[in-house]
């Protein structure tokens, strides 16, 4: 069965059956004229043998008894002879009667007639008008003038080749068929073999890799076979490896704690694992639905189509996103060391998400997007839970607020006293001495206990810290005046340049910002020194820099002052909590600001930078 024309088994046929019939009717037409011809051609030498052979007769005997009887022989050996006189009248005819020779027409006209009275002989193929038949006429010049033609009919020498050309025919017609039944194997072999490599192929593409040619229909086809072989080899190889390291994915993410969430580029589910699924049940079903059907938090889905916006590379995080109640962003400035009145860049840390669940469990959710876009991944997110985290901390929390409480009573009690010790003129000059030690201690705890109770009341979320146009010029002559007695008694001086003066900040805890900052810069500075307190306005925020000529701050430890409790060493932080500037930097993030240390800076060896949100044109 031969497939349709626009198929390649029926193409290959089509054009076998074209060269077939061309190389069988134009041999087979031309072959029936050249054979024609040929068969033609010998009877006119036969012809002219015979008229030679005739006159020979002839002029060896003449008269007319002799001519007599070379006509009766040639009627009975299907010849026909002529014999014209010099006029071109026919004075003898095998064929004719005597009495019909003179209705003949002059034969001086005829072809052969004239070749033999100007060359001696003539030959000519052509219809007999006396007989109606074609035959070839052979004509020899005689001594007297006279001409002996021979006329040898051409009927039996057509039918001969037309019985000759019809076997041929057969024969031609025989091959073709062959042919034409090897062209129906050839294209079905061929066909069988493209189908064959075709579902190899296909069977590959559907992941069926052990699948390979073996039989091929010749060995044109054998480079394309191996190399299908090579790419089903590769595809298997590749398909295992995938399969592996998926496998082992699988294992690594469900063996997990935290549960990890897939999304795809356009923020649809994509995949997920078995912490994340005991943390949401719904996202069992939500594959290939918006995060927001198997994560219920609006917050979480505003970040991830800020982070899928951004681009890769970018958090796509804003910290000053608008968070439903409950839901709160944390991040950690990272240190910069830039030129003088620079401000740091924006963080590159992980932006996170933190929600509370109703059952009272607490979960934070990081969320990460590829370095390079792609187009099936578009953001992971990793959620764990952070209720014990929370839990301790809170408790942290009220326990440092309780201790520090309750020590704030006693330690007032002993500062009073031992003030009240050194006032009395009794007291002899060595116990004098214990009542001074006794009250420099306690008023140093009771610093210490005082900045603890400031930190417990900045962390606490709970309460709001409400930003409000302020004038950062009076919050700085607050502090001031709390550090002017310090910084006389070294002979430090202030260095005051505001150049944005309002800014968008709670007075009270911006007071408290400058006068820790004032307090570390006077404890730091040389005898004599200056500090210099700068500002000025930067796009939509306020850049303070607070600068002192003090010892410096190793490069090492600049990441981590702002530690509650660190101490770079003994020589700066002698006598300090430790925790002041803990305290400026929660301040700060509470504003949505940010805050860092650099050490060298400009023409300062320490300062300390933090940005607040600037107060609209119209409010300043």
């Given at each position: ?594 805050i860092w240390a650099e050490s060298p800076y400009g023409g300062a060896a320490t300062a300390m930078l933090f940005t607040l949100p600037a107060a609209p044109s119209a409010a300043a």
């Amino acid at each position: 069965m031969i497939s349709s024309p626009g198929s390649l088994q029926g193409r290959l046929f089509l054009c076998f059956a074209l060269v077939t019939a061309i190389a069988a009717i134009l041999p087979a037409l031309f072959y029936r004229d050249a054979l024609y011809k040929e068969r033609q051609d010998i009877a006119g030498q036969q012809a002219l043998s015979h008229a030679s052979l005739v006159r020979s007769f002839l002029e060896s005997r003449p008269g007319e008894e002799r001519i007599q009887e070379l006509f009766d022989a040639a009627g009975e050996m299907s010849l026909r002879l002529t014999l014209i006189d010099a006029a071109g009248q026919v004075t003898h005819d095998s064929r004719i009667g005597r009495d019909k020779l003179p209705e003949m027409d002059n034969h001086d006209d005829r072809i052969e007639v004239a070749e033999a009275r100007s060359k001696g002989t003539g030959l000519s193929f052509r219809h007999s008008n006396s007989l109606g038949i074609e035959a070839a006429y052979a004509a020899s010049a005689l001594r007297d003038g006279e001409i002996l033609r021979v006329a040898v009919p051409l009927a039996d020498i057509r039918r001969g080749a037309d019985r000759e050309f019809s076997f041929l025919s057969t024969l031609v017609a025989g091959a073709a068929a062959f042919c034409l039944l090897l062209s129906v194997f050839i294209t079905r072999r061929v066909r069988a073999g493209m189908e064959e490599m075709t579902e190899a192929v296909e069977s590959v593409s559907l992941g069926k890799t052990h699948s390979r040619l073996h039989d091929v229909p010749g060995r044109e086809f054998l480079p394309l076979a191996e190399a299908v072989n090579r790419m089903a080899d590769m595809i298997e190889d590749f398909v295992r490896t995938t399969g592996d390291q998926r496998r082992q994915l699988e294992s690594v993410l469900d063996s997990m704690h935290e549960g990890v969430l897939v999304l795809g580029p356009t923020g649809k589910v994509r995949r997920w694992n078995r912490a994340l699924a005991a943390l949401f049940p719904a996202v069992a079903q939500g594959e290939g639905k918006p995060l927001i059907e198997s994560l219920p938090v609006p917050a979480l889905q505003r970040r991830v189509d800020g982070l899928l916006a951004a681009g890769a590379g970018a958090s796509g995080l804003r910290a000053d996103s608008p968070l439903p109640a409950g839901i709160t962003l944390q991040g950690e400035a990272s240190n910069h060391k830039g030129n003088f009145g620079a401000a740091p860049p924006a963080p590159e840390c992980e932006d996170a998400v933190h929600f509370e669940l109703p059952p009272g469990r607490f979960l934070v959710a990081h969320l990460a997007a590829p370095v390079e876009r792609n187009a099936s991944l578009g953001a992971v997110i990793v959620v764990y839970d952070a209720t014990q985290i929370m839990r301790l901390e809170r408790a942290r929390r009220d326990f440092v607020a309780n201790v520090s409480h309750e020590l704030r009573t006693p330690l007032t009690a002993v500062a009073g006293y031992a003030e009240t010790l050194l006032t009395s003129e009794d007291l002899q000059p060595e116990y004098r001495n214990f009542a001074g030690v006794i009250h420099k201690h306690a008023v140093a705890l009771g610093r210490i206990v005082g900045d603890m109770l400031a930190l417990t009341r900045i962390e606490n979320e709970r309460e709001a810290v409400r930003p409000v146009p302020a004038d950062a010029g009076a919050a700085l002559e607050q502090a001031l005046s709390f550090c002017r007695e310090q910084a006389d008694a070294k002979g430090i001086t202030f260095a005051v340049t505001l150049d944005a003066g309002i800014v968008l900040a709670d007075a009270a805890l911006l007071a408290q910002v400058f006068r820790n900052l004032l307090e570390n810069a006077c404890r730091y500075s040389p005898p004599g020194g200056e500090i210099r307190v700068v500002s000025r306005r930067e796009g939509e925020e306020a850049l303070f820099i607070v600068a002192d000529n003090g010892p410096g701050i190793p490069r090492e430890a600049l990441p981590r002052i702002f530690e509650r409790f660190y101490q770079v060493n003994r020589e700066r932080n002698s006598g300090t909590s430790g925790i002041g500037l803990a305290v400026c930097k929660h301040i700060i993030e509470r504003h949505g600001g940010r805050i860092w240390a650099e050490s060298p800076y400009g023409g300062a060896a320490t300062a300390m930078l933090f940005t607040l949100p600037a107060a609209p044109s119209a409010a300043a």
